[in-house]
């Protein structure tokens, strides 16, 4: 059975980094097109970014734009999320998804804060 497991959240504060990282296992990993979501206090879930297979396509939502890059590494089935200049709007549980699984995972939090 598939599984995904979100790690690298944390407390950090505006205008710092952090990289997200995303285990994958049960599945074809190189075949998968992979997204990163994100969901804030209240409010639903949202797409932050999404990578094709080979990693050599990737979308961005507008707002994370030119501060966060997707990235894959197919060989460790990994899958990764740098963040950087944080904002207290990307405060959120952040999750990885893959049409392969249907269920969520767990997440990892991220809380941007002075």
């Known amino acids: 059975q598939g599984r995904l497991v979100e790690s690298g959240g944390g407390l950090v504060q505006p205008g710092g980094s952090l990289r997200l990282s995303c285990a994958a296992s049960?599945?074809?990993?190189?075949?998968?097109v992979m997204w990163w979501y994100r969901q804030a206090p209240g409010k639903g879930r949202e797409e932050v970014a999404h990578i094709n297979s080979d990693g050599r396509v990737a979308f961005y939502a507008d707002s994370v734009k030119g501060r966060f890059t997707i990235s894959r590494d197919n060989a460790e089935n990994m899958l990764y999320l740098q963040m950087n200049n944080l904002k207290p709007e990307d405060t959120a549980v952040y999750y990885c998804?893959?049409?392969?699984?249907?269920?969520w995972g767990q997440g990892t939090q991220v809380t941007v804060s002075p």
């Open positions: 998804k893959t049409l392969f699984i249907p269920d």
């Open positions: 049960g599945f074809t990993f190189s075949s998968a």
